[in-house]
Structures are given as structure tokens and as C-alpha cells.
């Protein structure tokens, strides 16, 4: 039997960045202010950037409390993120004040940045212990390709966000620029994207590229030699987080593997059929992929657009 868990928070899942990472989920399945073409949960289905309670807060904190005293140690991270745009939650400072009244584990918040424009999400979002937006262009046109914003949403705007937040926010703050082969990680780009990271000033800069299904098969993977070349040209140099091995052995469970595999011996399945299935988070699921994809025991097939998970024939 699948386990039974909190619909709003899930893990703690391994993270290259931030450890074990106890995640809170804010947001519906993909409803996002991006329509990222690498997304690896796949399209976004809700484009907005209205903000407001999505999920209720007490009933988050709940399950955040119960969870963690379930657990042998605490995590790492207490992390918002999860399978939409958290600073969509309009009650994200109540949030984090709850989480800090429950745990002293530090909270932070994984945010594509698009709202940081708003002086009111900055004020919110300054309450965690550390924040990482990302810049995934250098221009209006490779952002609006990659990212596909909701129209209300333009680069300079997004940009000015980011300084801003940098000014105001004087705790850990991290920039992630994801890149892709032949849109973004190509020379002019890429400086592009270095002056505004010198405007942002960020404490690092992590650089990420494809290593899961995306949403589109045009967002293609930066070799990681040519990664580690881009990385080295930043001054100082960008840190690599990219897991070209998708590898997580202490996440691994014989039980829950051997229950996808069931699953997908059936028939093939996108990661959102495999989340409902086996009752578990998608950011949790994609890891257990992770490890059969590494193994060879699934592969992946796009059709319409979808990446379905199957066992090869």
C-alpha cells in the first residue's frame, strides 16, 4: 500500500543545496507566474499572479508540526517551494512565522523571483532565513522564450525585483541561473546575464541545466564540461549544482521502486499520474524516478508535448 501523507509538505528529500529539505507546498499542482520550457513537472496549467490564500495556512502548519515530530532527526531546511510559485501564497510571512514557532530548523524559500517587483512580497519573503530566486536570461526576448511569463510580467520588472530584494535583505541570498544549450548558455547570453547578476549582487551564484524530463524536448542539456567552463568564467566563479548523476542512494526505498514499477508495468505515466498513484509528493516521486532512470530499469517517451515514464519492452 502507497504511504498516507500530508497533501501540503513533503520529505525531507535530499538536495544538493540545501541537505535534507523539509518542503511546504503553497501553490496548486503547476499553478505558476512561468511556463519554464525545462519545467520538469511538466506545463503550467494555472498562469497567474494573483496572489491569495491557495492553500489554508492553519492546515499547512498542522501537517508541518505533525510531520517534523514524526521524524528520527529534524531536516536541514525547512524549504517552500513544491510544485508551484510559492510567493503566490499571499500569507507566506504568517507562514514562516508559524514554521519558526514550531521548529528552529532555518526556512527558506526557492522562488522564481517573478514577484519580487511587489514591495509587499519583498516585505513578506524577507522573514526567511534564506532566499533563492532565479535568473534564467539576460534580455526581454530569452525571457520571454524560456520563462513564457504571464503577460502582466516583463524582464526589467523581474530584474528590478531581484535588486531590490538585495538591498532590502541582508541574510543568505543565492541566485540560481538555469541554462540551456543554445538559448542561454551561449556567449552573448551569458554576458548578458553577468551584468545583471553584478547589479543583483548575490552571496553565490548556481549554476543548473537539464537533467530531467522537461516540459518541452527543445530544452536541452548544457554538457556538464561546458557548464563547468561557463561556471569558471563568473567572477567569482559560479557554483555547479546540476546532478548530471541523479543519483540519491539514501533516498532509495525497495518497497515504494518496486510500487512504480508495478505501476508503470501497467501502463506508462506522466509524474503527476505517479504523485496521485502512489500518494507522494511529485518532488518526492521524481526522486524514486531518478534512481530507476540511473538504474535503467524505466525510460522516458514524450508524446504531445508530455514525458510518460514506462518500463522498457
Known amino acids: 500500500m502507497p504511504p498516507q501523507v500530508c497533501p501540503y509538505v513533503f520529505g525531507p528529500v535530499p538536495s544538493r543545496r540545501l541537505g535534507r ?19 520538469q513537472l511538466g506545463r503550467t ?13 492553519e492546515e499547512v502548519l498542522s501537517q508541518v508540526k505533525q510531520r517534523l515530530s514524526e521524524l528520527s532527526e529534524p531536516p536541514d531546511y525547512i524549504t517552500l ?20 514557532s514550531i521548529t528552529s530548523t532555518p526556512t527558506a524559500i526557492l522562488t522564481n523571483g517573478s514577484l519580487l517587483w511587489d514591495q509587499e512580497v519583498r516585505k513578506q519573503v524577507k522573514k526567511a532565513d534564506l532566499i533563492v530566486p532565479s535568473l534564467d536570461a539576460g534580455s526581454e526576448e530569452l525571457f520571454h522564450c524560456v520563462n513564457r511569463p504571464h503577460p502582466s510580467l516583463s524582464f526589467s520588472q523581474m530584474v528590478e525585483g531581484l535588486i531590490k530584494l538585495r538591498e532590502e535583505y541582508e541574510k543568505p541570498y543565492w541566485l540560481e541561473v538555469f541554462l540551456l544549450a543554445g538559448h542561454s548558455a551561449i556567449e552573448s547570453e551569458i554576458e548578458q546575464i553577468k551584468k545583471w547578476i553584478k547589479a543583483i549582487r548575490p552571496d553565490r551564484v548556481q549554476l543548473n541545466t537539464v537533467v530531467r524530463p522537461p516540459a518541452e524536448e527543445y530544452a536541452y542539456t548544457v554538457p556538464k564540461n561546458r557548464l563547468k567552463k561557463i561556471a569558471d568564467s563568473f567572477d567569482p566563479p559560479a557554483e555547479l549544482i546540476a546532478d548530471y548523476q541523479k543519483k540519491f542512494v539514501q533516498f532509495h526505498s525497495a518497497d515504494m521502486e518496486s510500487h512504480i514499477l508495478s505501476i508503470l508495468h501497467r ?26 532512470l540511473a538504474d535503467n530499469q524505466i525510460l522516458v517517451k514524450v508524446s504531445a508535448g508530455k514525458s510518460y515514464y514506462t518500463k522498457p519492452s
Do not use: M, Q
Open 21 to 39: 529539505s523539509f518542503g511546504i507546498d503553497l501553490a496548486p499542482y503547476k499553478t505558476c507566474s512561468y511556463d519554464c520550457v525545462y519545467c
Open 45 to 57: 496549467t494555472v498562469k497567474t499572479v494573483e496572489r491569495k490564500e491557495w492553500v489554508p495556512l
Open 81 to 100: 517551494s513544491g510544485s508551484g510559485e510559492p510567493t503566490l501564497f499571499s500569507r507566506i510571512d504568517e507562514l514562516i512565522d508559524g514554521v519558526k
Open 267 to 292: 501502463r506508462p505515466c506522466t509524474l503527476s499520474d505517479l504523485s496521485e498513484s502512489v500518494n507522494l509528493h511529485p518532488n518526492a516521486v521524481v526522486k524514486y524516478l531518478d534512481h530507476l
